[in-house]
């Protein structure tokens, strides 16, 4: 079956540094692959995606590369704010002749703090 | 144009009880999908309404069931409430056609305590 496997957390940063959250996934196929951000007493928000080997997903200074010879994608940004804090979920999607529209398997999800 | 709501935010059962969830989609959308995230965990797929129908299901007992109205909006029941039934219910929407992913848009979903 899909699985979706991300680095283990928690991560704690100072702002302005490098971040990357490691993901890695198993699918049959060519899956789309997403990361969601999920803020403290909020639902999931969509960061960004990519659907097809080679895409680079961006949004909000934040980058990843699905890359399938190693089957990653993982989450990069150079400079983090306090604000960045918050629980991010690597995902992917799958579909098989045409059912299951876009069902989401999720990673553990990583805890990002940044401090000032 | 709205997003997607959920109903109630908070709600406390006791074991053996039954609980109805409810989600309203964003407009436009046909497809809505439920997920159960425990404490410190991902999300894992519950099932999913496509046009009034089950469109396929994760690993949950019957107990847990579902439905999805004309109007696209859809209620998750939980029968028969166990202790580790206790998480956050997030409910998802989407544009669905054939074979295509679409971007699902989640609410802010449901915290269910069994006591």
């Known amino acids: 079956g899909n699985s979706v496997t991300q680095m283990e957390g928690p991560v704690t940063l100072s702002e302005e540094a490098f971040l990357t959250i490691n993901c890695t996934y198993t699918?049959?196929?060519?899956?789309?692959l997403f990361w969601y951000v999920q803020y403290p007493g909020e639902g999931l928000q969509l960061l960004l995606k990519?659907?097809?080997?080679?895409d680079k997903g961006s949004n909000k200074g934040f980058e990843a590369t699905y890359r399938k010879e190693t089957t990653s994608f993982h989450l990069e940004k150079g400079s983090v704010q306090v604000s960045d804090s918050a629980v991010y979920f690597c995902a992917l999607s799958a579909t098989a002749g045409g059912t299951s529209y876009g069902k989401l398997t999720f990673g553990q999800g990583t805890i990002l703090t940044v401090h000032p | 144009e709205t997003g997607v709501t959920q109903s109630p935010t908070h709600l406390i059962k006791t074991r053996g009880q039954q609980v109805t969830l409810r989600c309203s989609s964003q407009?436009?959308?046909?497809?809505v999908s439920w997920y159960q995230q425990a404490l410190g965990q991902g999300p894992q797929f519950i099932f999913q309404?496509?046009?009034?129908?089950?469109?396929g299901r994760g690993n949950f007992p019957p107990r847990f069931s579902g439905l999805q109205f004309p109007n696209y909006s859809s209620e998750l029941n939980v029968n028969a409430l166990e202790l580790d039934d206790s998480a956050l219910y997030l409910c998802?929407?989407?544009?669905?056609?054939?074979?295509?992913?679409?971007?699902?848009?989640f609410g802010p979903g449901t915290r269910l305590t069994v006591l």
């Open positions: 998802a929407s989407s544009k669905g056609v054939a074979g295509e992913v679409h971007e699902q848009f």
């Open positions: 699918a049959t196929g060519y899956p789309s």
């Open positions: 990519a659907t097809k080997a080679d």
């Open positions: 407009s436009g959308h046909n497809t």
């Open positions: 309404y496509y046009r009034e129908e089950e469109n």
